[in-house]
């Protein structure tokens, strides 16, 4: 479902919509980073933006609404880094390795971002939060065709979603957690012990090395 179905605008013109909502996911990312959601007001958000408070609600009707464009535009980049990764039409054991290595190297990059996700998602009413949690289905889904894929010889289909969804805690694990984590392995070390793991699962001898 397309974010301009779910956050209501008085402006017409899409072009403008779609420049205007980019500044105002910017701003509120900084802003939630720093003071967290529900520290901060729309009128920081549109201070932030540079416009007045009156221009920011005519792109969006509630500050919930300025948290599901973020959670909305952190989950396209993840998922269409993902798609860009996964090749379906001809899986390989080291296309999928490569693909969740870059996954969790996306995650290290995006870390404030994934900690924002999971703390304020209970912030959302019901209709939104179903949207968003279905762009993670959706994520989980295509790494788990892709694993099945893959190794159907050694996993089946309900194991396979088991597996992708591992993949996807862990890599979260890297940010919610960084505070032990991060202390105790670099980036690299923890995405090699994570692939290790991950082909002991599948039944790989091979050990995979990143890159």
């Given at each position: 479902?397309?974010?301009?179905?779910?956050?209501?605008?008085?402006?017409?013109?899409?072009?403008?919509?779609?420049?205007?909502?980019?500044?105002?996911?910017?701003?509120?990312?900084?802003?939630?980073?720093?003071?967290?959601?529900?520290r901060t007001t729309t009128r920081e958000?549109?201070?932030?933006?540079?416009?007045?408070?009156?221009?920011?609600?005519?792109y969006i009707r509630t500050k919930e609404?300025?948290?599901?464009?973020?959670?909305?535009?952190?989950?396209?980049?993840?998922?269409?880094?993902?798609?860009?990764?996964?090749?379906?039409?001809?899986?390989?054991?080291?296309?999928?390795?490569?693909?969740?290595?870059?996954?969790?190297?996306?995650?290290?990059?995006?870390?404030?971002?994934?900690?924002?996700?999971?703390?304020?998602?209970?912030?959302?009413?019901?209709?939104?939060?179903?949207?968003?949690?279905?762009?993670?289905?959706?994520?989980?889904?295509?790494?788990?065709?892709?694993?099945?894929?893959?190794?159907?010889?050694?996993?089946?289909?309900?194991?396979?979603?088991?597996?992708?969804?591992?993949?996807?805690?862990?890599?979260?694990?890297?940010?919610?957690r960084r505070w032990t984590l991060q202390?105790?392995?670099?980036?690299?070390?923890?995405?090699?012990?994570?692939?290790?793991?991950?082909?002991?699962?599948?039944?790989?001898?091979?050990?995979?090395?990143?890159?």
């Amino acid at each position: 479902m397309d974010v301009e179905d779910n956050v209501v605008s008085s402006v017409k013109d899409e072009s403008l919509i779609t420049k205007r909502r980019h500044q105002i996911i910017k701003s509120a990312i900084q802003l939630f980073k720093e003071k967290g959601f529900h520290r901060t007001t729309t009128r920081e958000i549109a201070q932030k933006c540079g416009f007045s408070i009156g221009t920011l609600y005519e792109y969006i009707r509630t500050k919930e609404d300025v948290l599901f464009l973020v959670y909305q535009s952190i989950n396209e980049r993840v998922y269409q880094h993902l798609r860009e990764k996964v090749d379906l039409s001809d899986v390989s054991s080291s296309n999928i390795m490569d693909t969740i290595a870059s996954y969790y190297r996306l995650v290290d990059e995006m870390q404030d971002e994934v900690i924002i996700l999971y703390q304020e998602v209970k912030s959302l009413h019901t209709s939104k939060k179903e949207v968003v949690l279905q762009k993670e289905r959706d994520m989980v889904e295509l790494l788990t065709r892709a694993i099945y894929a893959c190794y159907d010889d050694k996993v089946n289909e309900k194991e396979a979603t088991l597996i992708a969804n591992n993949i996807f805690v862990q890599g979260q694990m890297w940010a919610f957690r960084r505070w032990t984590l991060q202390k105790q392995y670099t980036i690299d070390e923890y995405i090699q012990m994570q692939l290790e793991l991950f082909q002991k699962t599948v039944g790989l001898t091979t050990i995979y090395k990143e890159g």
